[in-house]
């Protein structure tokens, strides 16, 4: 969406009467002879001068206030544009297009006091449109995580065996010939493998994990005749010097398939103890080491898809189809929100950039032309590709040479006080 260019420009009354500038600017620029633009009385108020030091201090910090409300400004705008897609419309300030806020600026007396230090009066200006990008920020995190969680769901609902929610798709009968444990040594889990993978999962699933459990220790069946003497115990045997893995023998089951990928079942060890030791007179408490975390891990290394922490509820089909349902209405809602918020916090922080930019008018004025202050200053909408020759024109007519380089922004090559403003 296009916006005019406008260029804000203030020159010396020099003692003469306000009037009589006006027509100087008018003529320089937008009349029959000069066409660049339209001209419009940009009425700066009365604000505090306070010392040559702190408006020279000010001047300064104001070019970077002025960037900083501008990003924020159009942050808002383009939030605005995104939410509302093809159906976006032009934005407004206080109910009326943003050009016409514009051009018939006013100052905000109530919301902007104009005898309160300048200082105080950028900081109170700058404050206000901080606390929109703050909260922008915080409703756009909001409104980002409901949507992550929508598609989360979505992905879930039409995904495969490998991601869909088991509870969907398993019915009572089939998990009722399953045989599934949970108990202090022993847990059954489900795992998910793409149909290229089927057959080396099924080769190889009883060995993978091989060096995470250790069974070795006394094997009674070949030393019968050591029953009952003396023998090591506890840290004092090796049980890593055999290694396994925690996958129960003939544990696995296939439950189910679909186009994509097929599901099984696999009982496993959940744990497997380290026995405790002596360090001198200290007993040092053994640990019990988890396989099950261990195990997943090289599950989903192989990309076999572990369908961690499920727990077949029969109460639970179709709860997911009315968990999206949900979640669809409060991403909606949330849109809908975040637009109207979008539409009236785009014109406070709008009112506020146009009275920085005020501000630095007056800030401009009084340093370059001095005290008292006396001063007039008008707002030129740049007729299109006109940018260049209506500077010229003003160089032309208030400068003391005419100025070759186009550089708009570069203030200090012009002989009275100008500057651009793209809303």
């Not at 606390?131 to 969680?149: F, R, V």
């Not at 890593?240 to 129960?248: A, E, I, R, T, Y």
């Not at 209405?329 to 929100?337: A, I, K, Y």
């Amino acid at each position: 969406m296009s916006h005019p260019t406008y260029l804000i420009t203030s020159i010396s009354n020099s003692g003469s009467a306000p009037e009589n500038s006006f027509r100087q600017l008018q003529n320089a620029a937008a009349c029959p002879s000069a066409p660049y633009g339209e001209m419009f009385k940009l009425e700066v108020p009365s604000l505090m001068v306070g010392t040559l030091d702190s408006l020279m201090t000010l001047s300064d910090d104001l070019g970077k206030t002025d960037s900083i409300i501008e990003s924020i400004v159009r942050k808002v705008e383009k939030s605005s544009m995104e939410l509302a897609g093809k159906k976006a419309t032009e934005l407004t300030v206080g109910g009326v297009p943003s050009t016409r806020y514009i051009q018939q600026f006013a100052w905000d007396y109530a919301k902007y006091p104009n005898r309160r230090p300048l200082k105080e009066l950028v900081s109170l200006i700058s404050s206000g449109v901080s606390a929109i990008d703050e909260e922008l920020k915080q409703l756009s995190n909001s409104y980002g995580d409901k949507q992550a969680a929508l598609q989360d769901a979505k992905r879930k609902k039409g995904g495969n065996l490998m991601s869909v929610d088991l509870n969907d798709v398993l019915e009572e009968k089939v998990v009722k010939n399953l045989k599934i444990f949970d108990t202090e040594y022993l847990k059954t889990v489900f795992v998910a493998v793409g149909k290229a993978q089927v057959e080396g999962f099924e080769k190889e699933i009883y060995n993978l994990g091989g060096e995470l459990v250790g069974y070795g220790g006394p094997d009674w069946s070949r030393m019968p005749n050591g029953l009952g003497q003396p023998t090591n115990f506890g840290s004092q045997v090796n049980r890593h010097q055999k290694k396994g893995s925690p996958v129960v023998p003939g544990s696995l089951e296939k439950v189910m398939e679909d186009n994509d990928s097929v599901l099984y079942t696999i009982t496993v060890l959940k744990g497997m103890y380290e026995a405790g030791y002596y360090e001198g007179e200290e007993f040092v408490p053994g640990t019990k080491i988890d396989l099950l975390e261990a195990f997943a891990k090289i599950l989903r290394e192989k990309r076999y898809a572990v369908r961690e922490n499920f727990t077949y509820d029969p109460s639970q089909q179709g709860k997911s189809a009315m968990m999206m349902e949900q979640l669809q209405v409060e991403v909606d809602n949330m849109r809908s929100g975040l637009t109207r918020w979008c539409k009236t916090h785009f014109g406070e922080a709008f009112v506020a950039w146009m009275h920085i930019k005020v501000i630095r008018v007056f800030v401009e004025s009084v340093l370059r032309y001095g005290l008292p202050v006396d001063f007039t200053a008008v707002l030129y909408k740049v007729a299109s590709g006109k940018d260049a020759m209506l500077v010229n024109a003003l160089d032309k007519t208030f400068g003391e040479s005419v100025k070759d380089d186009d550089d708009l922004d570069d203030e200090e090559y012009h002989d009275f006080v100008l500057i651009k403003f793209e809303p």
